[in-house]
């Protein structure tokens, strides 16, 4: 069984006004999620409770590993180089007559002597420092965000907003995948765990509060698909095969181009609708799509919801999709649009 075929459920082949059939398109396969049963509330109150058994241990002990502010130098260095000191050379071990109080060359073995903390240390001794203070800092900065979410899934929860609920209990597992590198238990990751979420718990709770297509849209359906686009383009970012890349890229720019489309046809506006095309643009460039994807995910999404091509709709998102194009002198573009 693939990766894709966890969160595969059978197609329902009876439909009422409150059951829809939810399809992405890749490759010809279709990924269904189908709604013929109606979950309750306390189905999707356990299925919070489920995550937040999970989310909330998880959190109390991040805080105490990850003190949000705490300046943690002094400790790092004690731990690179327990025998630094403020007077001895970190290479040769020549005692000086002077002390740290700023970088120099050793004169005994000429190498730069770098200064923390009033101790002389090697380069390669900051180097890590540098590393090590770097991935910890973004950890912090996960657990804090993390707090955040879990606030909201809790004044959602009060609402009766499942289907936002859900879309931040995904995030939520977004922060632990980052915190601990994707590790869980039982085969699975943190980031799976928040793919699985945003493919069943988030789609299910929007559509059966839905009375129509449109109103599916209106629940939450488009930020599903946004959502979903960005969770698989954070995995394309970091992800390093070719073949998993192609694979990312392609589901990531259906995703867009549905959310697009969506909006299009329902005649909504997102805060998100500016970044999609963008992101489809950086999907291509780092899957090593060839640009014709771009319609032949829009003549896939259409022929999915059994609509005919031309769709006027669907005409203006490839439009606006093709018309933005990625600066290739600039790199760094590629990172700082996948948040």
């Not at 109390?60 to 025998?83: C, F, H, V, W």
């Not at 609509?307 to 590629?334: C, G, H, W, Y």
Request: charged share 25%; net charge neutral; hydrophobic share 35%.
């Amino acid at each position: 069984m693939g990766f894709f075929d966890l969160f595969k459920t059978p197609q329902q082949s009876t439909k009422s006004a409150q059951s829809f059939d939810v399809t992405v398109t890749v490759d010809g396969k279709n990924y269904v999620n189908g709604f013929g049963s109606q979950p309750k509330n306390a189905d999707f109150e356990a299925r919070i409770k489920r995550h937040n058994d999970i989310l909330i241990p998880f959190y109390n002990a991040q805080t105490k590993e990850y003190a949000y502010g705490e300046d943690i130098t002094e400790r790092l260095l004690k731990q690179i180089s327990p025998m630094a000191n403020s007077n001895t050379c970190p290479y040769c071990g020549v005692v000086h007559p002077f002390t740290a109080s700023r970088a120099r060359k050793c004169p005994a073995c000429s190498e730069k002597m770098v200064v923390r903390k009033g101790k002389f240390y090697t380069e390669k001794d900051i180097e890590k420092l540098d590393s090590i203070s770097s991935d910890y800092y973004e950890k912090t900065q996960q657990v804090e965000r993390l707090k955040s979410v879990l606030q909201t899934i809790q004044d959602n929860k009060l609402n009766n907003n499942y289907g936002r609920c859900f879309l931040y209990i995904s995030e939520a597992y977004d922060c632990c995948a980052v915190v601990r590198n994707q590790s869980f238990e039982g085969g699975f990751t943190f980031w799976d765990y928040g793919w699985g979420v945003l493919n069943k718990d988030a789609l299910d709770a929007v559509a059966v509060t839905a009375r129509s297509q449109s109103d599916l849209i209106m629940n939450g359906y488009s930020d599903i698909l946004y959502a979903r686009g960005m969770h698989l383009m954070r995995e394309l970012k970091n992800n390093t095969s070719d073949k998993s890349k192609t694979k990312f890229a392609k589901i990531a720019t259906n995703l867009f181009i549905e959310y697009l489309f969506e909006l299009a046809r329902n005649q909504i506006s997102d805060w998100h609708e500016e970044e999609a095309p963008k992101m489809i643009q950086v999907a291509l460039k780092l899957g090593s799509l060839d640009p014709t994807w771009i319609n032949e995910s829009a003549e896939a999404i259409l022929k999915q919801k059994n609509m005919q091509s031309p769709d006027r709709f669907m005409a203006a998102t490839v439009s606006k999709v093709q018309d933005f194009t990625i600066i290739e002198n600039e790199p760094d573009q590629l990172k700082w649009m996948i948040y």
